[in-house]
């Protein structure tokens, strides 16, 4: 029987956070991305499952990224599905030592039982993305829409550049737009949950009134 681990903060996941995460379930093999004294470490995992308090995924206990998420209990998650819908988050991992998340695991996803049958599934141990902020970055709509999502108790910044007072509305940034997402106004506005994050604005901006998106 599966247990959940109420050790940490309780997690409150709003709709984006619960769509992008259902996302990496549906791809279920995505990249997981760690730290290596230093050095960019990258995998493909499958998301075991996914509840309201976060994403489980299991790894072996003699993998390097089992030792890299001891040393460094941090990850970075990127999946996209066919329809070119893509997540990527950032996030805080910890390790279940109760076995009842392997066992959901496998029951779950039973194609584990050839890889690791009966007894030998215990060698996996399960991990819980349980903070994380990240974005869902839809290519299938014109023009691509981004939106942003944290959970877990973690902050996001804003998507999208962003155009200040300092503007004089001349308008070259708009006709500089690849998507189209300036409009005119004493000072010009961007929509940056359409903002491709190109940068073709703030190289033409004669007074430099355009900022750039900040990461995550
Ligand atoms: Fe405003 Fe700069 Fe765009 Fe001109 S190019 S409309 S000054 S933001
Ligand atoms: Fe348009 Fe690119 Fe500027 Fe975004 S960054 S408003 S997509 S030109």
Redesign the pocket.
């Known amino acids: 029987m599966y247990r959940r681990d109420t050790s940490f903060e309780e997690v409150v996941m709003d709709k984006t956070s619960q769509k992008a995460l259902s996302l990496l379930r549906e791809i279920k093999s995505v990249t997981f991305s760690t730290s290596n004294d230093g050095k960019p470490s990258a995998r493909i995992i499958d998301v075991m499952f996914v509840e309201d308090d976060g994403l489980y995924f299991l790894t072996a206990r003699g993998k390097s990224f089992y030792r890299q998420l001891k040393a460094n209990p941090s990850i970075a998650v990127c999946g996209m599905n066919e329809q070119y819908v893509s997540v990527r988050l950032v996030g805080d991992v910890m390790f279940c030592e109760d076995r009842s998340v392997v066992d959901k695991s496998f029951d779950l996803n039973p194609i584990m039982n050839e890889l690791y049958p009966g007894e030998k599934r215990y060698i996996l141990e399960g991990i819980h993305l349980y903070r994380g902020k990240g974005e869902v970055f839809d290519l299938s709509t014109e023009p691509p829409a981004r939106e942003r999502f944290s959970f877990g108790g973690a902050t996001v910044n804003p998507c999208?550049?962003r155009i200040t007072d300092e503007c004089t509305a001349c308008g070259i940034?708009k006709e500089?737009?690849?998507?189209n997402?300036?409009t005119e106004g004493d000072v010009y506005r961007?929509d940056q949950a359409h903002?491709?994050?190109?940068?073709?604005?703030?190289e033409v901006c004669p007074v430099d009134a355009?900022e750039p998106?900040e990461g995550l």
């Open positions: 999208g550049y940034c500089a737009c690849p998507v997402v300036i961007i903002c491709l994050e190109c940068g073709s604005c703030l355009i998106a």
